[in-house]
């Protein structure tokens, strides 16, 4: 009895746990193919290439939580850091951003792996 009651407490427990990491933790998939993966604690989450050329690099770090952050993403192909923001709607984490005073801006839609 004990071993079934203590088998599904560690299944619900851990469904829960999935349930309680922010919207934009886990891994995206940019319009090019590259993967990248959010993690983080707290409101702080960092993003990290982890296929194609700069795997392993940072694309920077955002604040917030339930689904709307402010940060900055670092387009690394081009060199440039962007001041920007992102929201999760369902699978979708869109980034935009903007450079030089708002004269650059960019965005991109990432598709949840």
Do not use: H
């Not at 939580?65 to 081009?78: A, H, I, Q, R, W």
């Not at 060199?79 to 709607?89: E, L, M, N, P, R």
């Not at 951003?97 to 949840?112: H, N």
């Amino acid at each position: 009895m004990f071993r079934k009651t203590g088998l599904a407490a560690i299944a619900i427990l851990m469904a829960a746990g999935s349930a309680w990491a922010d919207p934009i933790e886990g891994t995206w998939k940019r319009p090019n193919g590259t993967l990248i993966t959010y993690a983080g604690s707290g409101s702080k989450f960092c993003g990290t290439v982890m296929t194609g050329e700069y795997k392993g690099k940072s694309i920077g770090c955002m604040t917030g939580s339930d689904g709307t952050y402010k940060g900055t993403v670092n387009k690394l192909d081009e060199g440039k850091t962007y001041s920007g923001k992102a929201s999760v709607s369902g699978n979708t984490l869109a980034l935009s951003g903007c450079v030089l005073g708002g004269l650059i801006c960019k965005s991109e839609s990432l598709a949840r792996q």
